[in-house]
């Protein structure tokens, strides 16, 4: 049987190239629906390395549709109705209600499809061009880290496979040289006999010089002879780098006030926070700190599923950030960043602005107040938020974004906002992780 065969059909490439493309839709989608894909409380229970499948709006799977592409193929069948009326079984599927007494919407839904994601890969996307804001290099700051390994150390001993060929032949060719030159002060010959001389005695300088004075030179070439005391060889040793040291403070109200979305909220906003400086930062360190009427430093794990209750006291948070400063990370050794997350409702404001104030004057590179407020009801106490007491106290430009607002002072390197639902979020993540420029 005879095998028809044209260049033109060659496929192989095809599917890489429909994946890729698939690919690219995706992430299309991702970046497109963020604030919806960062809030999903799936993912936050995930840890690392591990997949997760998220909900990617817009994007339709593929399906295949049959008749005519020209849009005017008909349906086959018996019975009366034109063309595009809807039969009574599709109604009912479209939220008609059948009978009168059963109805559920009459609005077209949202298609999505699930895509499975890795969320290291998902913070890649999330993240482009981010980064820790005021990356300071300091005095006494840099702390040698591994970089992998390196040859650049020469040495005279070694094993054969790391000898250094280049070296060995510029040291036996200087050494070649230096015997040319003194053969030359002692015979008065020319640096060519010179050379001929030594290539004729095998590199052995008094030889050579006997090789001249008797006029025994024959038609030797000149050359290069190795000696055992031009071997060079790479010594492979750890590569060292210098980096910037940086600690994360990470604060977080979890009084009674604080209502299991507004933890959520919370804990979502400094989860891919976490993630992200874990993923971009071989050298970040990441304290954790929660507070009721007093604070604690614990664990992430327990920063991010642990509830408590009782009284609220926003100045315990910064009276410990403060004190882990001073005694663990000195500024003139470390970048310090700062995240404080409350619903606002303290105790007594008045007493929280001084330990703020004493941490800005330690000249943190960052300091960051996030106030959650998913409604107004709270506990009765929205008119004395600790947002106002600061406000009152420092001076802010603000930009508003999504129904929400944020602050900054590029003077203190002080940053606030308000997250009022979890569309708020990423905003948030955004106006923290800025480049500076």
Known sequence: MPIVQHDDWDLSDKGAKDAERHQEKIDDSIRKNMKDVISEESIITKKRGKKVRIPVRGLKDYRF?????????????????????????????????????????NQEGIDYMEAEVDIDYLIDIMFEDLGLPNLQEKTRKEQLVPAGWKFETITKKGILPRLHKKRTMMEAVKRMVMYAYEIMEETDCTEDDANRSLMQAHGDINDAIDIIKSGKLNGAEPGVFIEDDDLRYKQIEPDMEYQSQAVVICMMDVSGSMTRDKKYLARSMLFWLTEFLKKCYDNVAIKFITHTTTAHVVDEETFFKKGESGGTDCGSAFALANYIIDTEFPFDQWNVYCVYNS????????????????????????????????????????????????????????????????????DEHFLLGVIKDRNHVYPALKSMLFQKK
């Open 343 to 410: 619903d606002g409702e303290d105790w007594d404001p008045k007493s929280t602005i001084p330990k703020i104030a004493e941490m800005l004057d330690k000249k943190v590179n960052m300091l960051a107040y996030l106030e959650i407020k998913p409604d107004e009801g709270g506990w009765g106490w929205s008119n004395a938020t600790l947002m106002k007491e600061i406000q009152t106290k420092w001076k802010f430009t603000e930009t508003k974004t999504d129904g929400t607002s944020f602050y900054r002072n590029d």
């Open 65 to 105: 549709v049959h008749g005519s592409n020209d849009g005017q193929a008909g349906g086959a069948g018996q019975g009366e109705g034109e063309p595009g009326d809807i039969i009574d079984s599709q109604k009912k599927q479209q939220g008609d209600g059948g009978d009168g007494n059963d109805k559920p919407g």
